[in-house]
């Protein structure tokens, strides 16, 4: 069964230090990877994705992840913080079709990101 | 539409009644699912259609929650005789297809609460 952990619920950053949200998970088949932000009251937006091809992928709003097999690992970062990525950040896993799997995401507990002058 | 459409946006109710949440997907997009996200708590998989049928319904926490969905489009999760803990932002979201490659568009959302 597939699981993501998201390391640390709160991240605190000074405006224009770089931004790293960590995110780790667990699947026996390879994986879909995903990082989604939320706004105050709104739903969830796609910032990138992983399926195949070239490990670092980058987003929208400047925002980057480097998928890594070896650590399970698949961390977002930013290399300079605006007042405007304070939102709430999730990572999300799911079944690659090669698996037979659907597209069920599993998502983890989030990562709220707070960005101080 | 051009995006995922959630209704109510907010929802007061009584313990005890009875409550529906609406979703229309984005026009085209095959896969639905629900999700719930209580106070800080991560993202909750509740249910998942393809098409009319709903292959994965193994995130339904109790028998007071179903869900249906018609001509390939418009979802409604009712939750009966609602309890307090049922509290939460359930979200909607819709998909291309089952591939993973797709990723979700998600709606605002319907927050529900029980007094």
């Known amino acids: 069964a597939q699981s993501v952990t998201q390391l640390g619920s709160h991240v605190s950053v000074s405006e224009g230090a770089l931004v790293l949200l960590r995110c780790n998970y667990s699947?026996?088949?390879?994986?879909?990877l995903f990082w989604y932000v939320q706004y105050p009251n709104q739903g969830l937006q796609l910032l990138l994705k992983y399926t195949t091809g070239a490990t670092l992928v980058k987003g929208i709003n400047g925002f980057e992840a480097e998928f890594k097999k070896s650590e399970t690992s698949f961390h977002l970062t930013k290399p300079s913080a605006h007042m405007s990525d304070a939102a709430e950040y999730f990572c999300a896993v799911s079944l690659s079709p090669i698996s037979g799997g659907y597209n069920k995401l599993i998502f983890g507990a989030g990562t709220r990101l707070a960005v101080h002058p | 539409g051009a995006g995922v459409s959630q209704s109510p946006s907010n929802k007061v109710t009584e313990k005890g009644k009875d409550v529906e949440l609406r979703c229309d997907p984005i026009s085209g997009h095959t896969a639905l699912y629900w999700y719930r996200q209580s106070l800080g708590q991560g993202l909750e998989f509740l249910i998942y259609?393809?098409?009319?049928?709903?292959?994965?319904k193994s995130g339904l926490p109790s028998d007071r929650f179903s869900a249906e969905r018609t001509g390939g489009s418009v979802s409604t999760l009712t939750i009966q005789r609602t309890q307090q803990e049922d509290s939460a932002v359930y979200l909607c979201a819709s998909s291309l297809g089952a591939n993973g490659n797709y990723g979700y568009t998600f709606g605002s959302g319907t927050r529900l609460t029980v007094v």
């Open positions: 699947s026996s088949v390879p994986p879909y």
């Open positions: 259609f393809q098409g009319n049928s709903a292959p994965d």
